[in-house]
């Protein structure tokens, strides 16, 4: 069934942030079509968090809106043509990686005008669909980074997607982005496994974790972040985290 | 008025520490005499923290079971031999410091075997009188650092204080404490301001703080935390922390 009033999306992968957008986006009335792979489709029809599961991007894709790409940073790339291909004229595209200029670039590659890229500034520690909740966006910032060739048209409505959940829309240009969160989340997160790492590193600290007060748990919550998604991200962005790395030695070398 | 049971305290410095300490062992029956300069110490008999306000160090241990030294850790060294000389026979002496190796040196270069370190993993980043919670303590790691000389019942009524206020005292050498923290709570404090510097230096990020998620807000809200206490942190652990710091240096060179 399709909705009067555009407000049909297909999100291709359902982990912790596709699964928490589908959840906010079917109580805010869209009617949400998924794709993953089967057990998490399945979990997540069980848990009502879509409406239709589809086998295939093609499939998830044939009839909707908006279609958010929420899958790791090289498979959001690769789906990126697949699904401008098989999706109708009127659908207007995004993704929700933590890196965008390699995803915009591609975009503009392809001519991609209604391909508008996003992150929601909305991360935990935990991950995978069973983590999913619909608040999860619920005050956050979710950047959007249009570059000149994109669609006016298609940014709007995503800015309408991003308010629907609760978000607050900012527009940076794709580089900006990665250069912004390369100290305020990627940096951060190389610090948690480092922080964590040094202290079971020292035979005596390690013994003695338990101890921990409130600041250090907060400063390693992170390290639980699943390992394989941060690598991609990291790769992404490396020139980036390089020069946030530097910056943060810098910092560190100057007096209390 | 003398407590029959032993629980009259003098508590020497009102800050986050001291005044939450005051408030958390008035609550469980304690009769708290404190000391500090005249605006804390007005503020805290307002708040009913303290019973009694002593204009002096002499006076607040004149007539007391317990002595508890939390002030910065400079000062509490100072404060050492004095309390210990005007402190009743009975009294056993006790502080709060996040140091404990010095202080404790000291303590046994005057032969106070009446005297056992103490560090209550129960930071915050807030600071002050005006920032004390009688329940800042509950639940909390309480380490105490008694050494060979330590007089076995001094212990134990600081094991009882310690639970009175709800934590959990758990038993160190003074020197693993110090190594301990270098890596649980000093380093963390150095990071904070490092993250939150770094990301302030960078002339497009620092426009862009707001869009922080909170993961950076969790890992530099440390960053509030006084300065000038911290360098006297920082300086009287100063061995601990180098270490702790090329620990980390090596972490953040190893592969994620």
């Known amino acids: ?8 999306v297909a999100i291709v992968g359902l982990g912790l942030i596709g699964g928490s957008l589908a959840r906010a986006l079917k109580a805010a009335g869209w009617r ?3 794709h993953d792979r089967g057990p998490v489709l ?4 069980r848990a009502r968090a879509i409406d239709e599961a589809a086998a295939s991007v093609d499939e998830a894709v044939a009839d909707v809106d908006v279609i958010v790409l929420a899958a790791s940073p090289t498979t959001n790339r690769r789906f990126l043509p697949l699904a401008a291909r098989a999706a109708p004229p009127r659908a207007v595209l995004t993704d929700v990686g933590s890196v965008k200029r390699a995803i915009c670039a591609e975009a503009r590659r392809r ?18 669909f069973a983590a999913s909740t619909p608040d999860l966006f619920r005050g956050r910032r979710w950047i959007l980074t249009p570059d000149r060739g994109t669609n006016p048209a298609a940014l709007r409505r995503l800015r309408g997607l991003v308010r629907d959940v609760g978000a607050r829309p900012i527009v940076m240009a794709p580089g900006e982005h ?3 969160v390369a100290f ?7 610090l948690a496994w480092a922080l964590l790492e040094a202290a079971r590193s020292d035979r005596v600290t390690s013994r003695r974790l338990d101890v921990a007060g409130p600041a250090f748990r907060d400063m390693t919550r992170l390290a639980k972040s699943p390992r394989p998604l ?27």
């Open 111 to 128: 001519s991609l005008t209604r391909f508008v890229g996003g992150h929601p500034m909305a991360g935990r520690e935990t991950s995978g």
């Open 32 to 34: 949400v079509v998924g």
């Open 178 to 180: 990665d250069r912004v």
């Open 1 to 8: 069934m399709r909705s009067r009033h555009g407000r049909r």
């Open 184 to 190: 305020l989340s990627h940096v951060p997160q190389l």
């Open 42 to 45: 399945r979990a997540a029809l």
């Open 230 to 256: 941060w690598r991609e991200i990291l790769a992404e962005n490396r020139g980036e985290v390089r020069a946030a790395l530097a910056a943060l030695r810098r910092a560190m070398r100057r007096p209390v």
